[in-house]
């Protein structure tokens, strides 16, 4: 971190640098195209982040697709807040957690079920932003073929957005997300014996 600037005058003029650079930056970022966000790491926020840019979306009158993957029928408030949104198609994977499930044979029909459902919001024009929650643990899983998923991805129409969560993404995702977000645990208060809170967590 750098270090502290006491004196005003060498702050202004710090502050002014600074200003120049970005400015800079911003007149240079011309680019209009559709943005991939990749939200990963084991810290808590990554659903919670994409779902704060639905919020943004919505309030830009966009139209959203949402498919949540391994979530099964665990009830949310953004559910039930999002599902009431005029322009919003949220679709959930029908089973839930691999570990409530057990039967891998299952999972990837459930897999490829709710993939469906993402490839054609991927495919459809009129869908401004497409999110694809915890989709990575399809991928490391093998419960959906990763080259297929790729390609789908690349595909999308070009102004389409997109944003992935999940732990451990894979170096392809990484690779082909415009922007990428590792969010790092540091302590999480389950570990401490708290449990899940409503509005928090769910």
Partial sequence: MAKTITDPEKHKKRMQAIKSHVDKRIANAQEDKGTFVLLTGNGKGKSSSALGMVARALGHKMKI???????????TGEIDF?????????EIMPAGFTWETQ????DITSSEQAWEKASVMLA??????VVLDELTY???????NEDTVLKALMNRPEN??????GRGASEALVELADTVSEIKEIKHAFKRGVKAQKGLEF
Avoid: P
Avoid at 103 to 106: A, G, L, M, Q, V
């Fill in 65 to 75: 697709g949402v498919v949540q993957f391994l979530k099964g029928e665990w009830n």
């Fill in 82 to 90: 999002f599902r009431k949104q005029e322009g919003v198609q949220w």
């Fill in 103 to 106: 039967n891998r044979e299952s």
């Fill in 124 to 129: 459809d024009e009129s869908i401004d932003l």
């Fill in 138 to 144: 399809l991928l490391h899983y093998e419960y959906l």
């Fill in 160 to 165: 389409q957005h997109l944003v992935v969560t």
